[in-house]
């Protein structure tokens, strides 16, 4: 069995990674390794993380991609782009049992509408032949004419959502009947996430295990508001209170590194650039590279998070404990708002007044009050909530793997 998995080219985005990692590690637990898996990872790096992370050698880069160069000379424009999708699905088609697209929200025009619309052609070209899986989407919302040419492209493929927003989209506003809801791939336990050593991670980094927050400020700061400065002032006024009322060691973790223009670095190093010499104790700047586990070890072993990151979030409600999440998008509230039924700690953060009146700070701070005096009435209800997308998620892989042996 060739399975092909796309939308895995960047593991030093955390999130995307974990979701890769937990959907091949329990695949081929599911084939008893009988399986061979290509992904689209850009780097070697990428591709170590993704073998190292699983522990598995059935991972192998896809190299079937048509030559450009070739292209260029007799198609430009628009017509290249189709042109190479054209050659690509049928190299996907010819050499691979099925084509599997892996989530979060790609499928959306939230970052390029552009995208999404060549996105969409070439998943119903390839569905057209070989079976394609879409699994742990969230999908759309699509506006114009590309609503009714989404609803089209995804009618012969098999869907798996995350959340039941996007389920309940794609079956009454789109009509697309082969859906079925589920939860983040993220949910399940890494591998070894039990075997860890996490004395040593913490110790690495000067942390107690519960005596620290955890905050993933995103590098994605246009999807929040377009004035820079006020961004990193609110993510200030939440760390000073956390630091100066609280009594909080702080970790500021990047939860994503690569591509450059949306690397949580960045807006990091801006941040301890004005705080550093003022809480050379209080505040942590978590700058190794890790692995998405080490990570995730980080974020579940404080003793809560306010995350930019959905993932980071989704990690430490993994790991039982609370996340505050600063929401730009609608999977926010479909993944943590009803799959988790946490909407009261997810503070609604893309809107530009918000940020320039400093009310994203001040929602944060209530958050962060409410979430300390409700905190173990909190824990119990994630625990059992956190139970039950773990069921969703190993119920889709046993269906996933059925629907491939039919």
């Known amino acids: 069995m060739k399975i092909m998995i796309s939308h895995i080219p960047n593991t030093f985005n955390y999130g995307s990674a974990m979701m890769a990692i937990n959907l091949i ?4 637990r599911k084939f008893n390794g009988d399986v061979n898996f290509y992904v689209d990872t850009r780097t070697d790096e990428d591709f170590e993380n993704l073998t190292n992370s699983t522990g598995l050698d059935n991972i192998k880069v896809n190299k079937i991609l048509p030559d450009k160069s070739k292209l260029i000379k007799a198609k430009k424009d628009v017509n290249l782009d189709l042109n190479w999708i054209g050659a ?3 190299g996907i088609i010819n050499n691979y049992d099925c084509f599997m697209v892996l989530g979060g929200d790609d499928l959306s025009e939230y970052y390029s509408k552009e995208h999404v619309v060549y996105e969409l052609f070439k998943i119903n070209r390839i569905a057209s032949k070989i079976p ?4 742990g989407q969230t999908i759309g919302p699509f506006t114009e004419w590309r609503k009714e040419y989404a609803a089209d492209m995804l009618k ?3 869907i798996f959502t995350r959340d039941y927003l996007t389920y309940e989209y794609l079956k009454k506003e789109l009509g697309v009947s082969n859906v079925i809801n589920s939860s983040d791939l993220a949910f399940l336990d890494l591998p070894n996430q039990n ?14 295990k519960g005596e620290y927050v955890t905050l993933v400020p995103s590098g994605l700061v246009k999807c929040y508001t377009n004035n820079y400065d006020n961004y990193i002032d609110n993510w200030i006024g939440i760390i000073e209170y956390l630091i100066n009322k609280k009594g909080f060691k702080v970790a500021l973790l990047p939860h ?3 591509p450059e223009h949306s690397d949580d670095r960045v807006v990091i190093e801006y941040i301890m650039r004005r705080m550093a010499s003022k809480y050379p104790k209080e505040l942590i700047y978590i700058d190794d590279i890790l692995l998405p586990l080490e990570a995730r070890l980080l974020l579940g072993n404080g003793l809560f998070s306010i995350s930019g990151r959905m993932h980071g979030a989704v990690s430490t409600f993994q790991m039982e404990k609370p996340s505050i ?4 998008s609608v999977k926010y509230k479909g993944v943590i708002g009803q799959g988790l039924d946490c909407e009261d700690l997810i503070v609604e953060a893309s809107n530009d007044g918000k940020w320039v009146d400093g009310k994203v700070m001040t929602e944060t701070i209530n958050k962060i009050d409410y ?3 409700n905190y173990d009435d909190i824990v119990l209800k994630i625990k059992d909530n956190v139970g039950k997308c773990k069921y969703e998620v190993i119920n889709i892989i046993d269906q996933i793997y059925k629907k491939i042996g039919e």
């Open 195 to 208: 075997e860890y050593d996490i004395q040593s991670l913490l110790k690495k980094f000067n942390l107690n």
């Open 256 to 258: 994503v590194l690569r």
């Open 325 to 328: 999440s600063l929401s730009y």
């Open 156 to 158: 012969p493929c098999h």
């Open 88 to 90: 690509y699905c049928d």
């Open 132 to 135: 394609v899986f879409l699994i």
């Open 371 to 373: 979430l300390i005096n």
């Open 25 to 28: 590690y329990y695949l081929d």
